[in-house]
């Protein structure tokens, strides 16, 4: 499998990772009506932490949770209206590979993926400066993620 994604779509997938460094930024790559676009979604992870560090004791800098203004778009691909084509995140001084923690969220406490079809870019940046851009796909087979080739069209 290979991820194909748009340059514009890689663009603002970078500059969201350099505009939320040293922190994680998070968000989908959707398509709808044939067009495909970013949708950064805010990363709530320091307000979890400060609200009950004891169960989440990870900060932004180096975890990520997708605030609420994910719902809508979640519940648009459940109901077909839109596709969902990948969920990204950033690794702030970090390279761009899927971690364990990244898988966990990934699966969302399940043995399988929600969204089996959509693929996970993860984008390493170091000083605001995007290093890498790495995307990851659903194997069936392994019944894992698998790093995928990333396509810019």
């Avoid at 406490?109 to 000083?127: H, I, K, L």
Wanted: charged residues 20%.
């Amino acid at each position: 499998m290979t991820v194909v994604l748009t340059r514009a779509s890689l663009e603002a997938m970078s500059a969201h990772a350099c505009a939320a460094y040293p922190e994680e930024c998070c968000g989908m790559v959707i398509e709808r009506d044939g067009c495909e676009e970013v949708v950064p979604v805010p990363n709530i992870q320091n307000a979890l932490h400060a609200q009950d560090p004891e169960q989440y004791p990870r900060t932004a800098a180096i975890a990520y949770t997708m605030g609420p203004e994910a719902a809508p778009v979640l519940l648009a691909a459940e109901r077909g209206t839109l596709r969902l084509r990948a969920v990204y995140h950033s690794h702030p001084e970090h390279d761009a590979y899927f971690s364990a923690e990244d898988r966990i969220q990934a699966l969302g406490g399940w043995d399988e993926p929600n969204y089996p079809d959509a693929a996970q870019v993860v984008v390493s940046v170091r000083g605001r400066v995007v290093q890498a851009v790495k995307a990851f796909a659903w194997d069936p087979a392994v019944r894992d993620y698998v790093d995928v080739p990333l396509r810019v069209r």
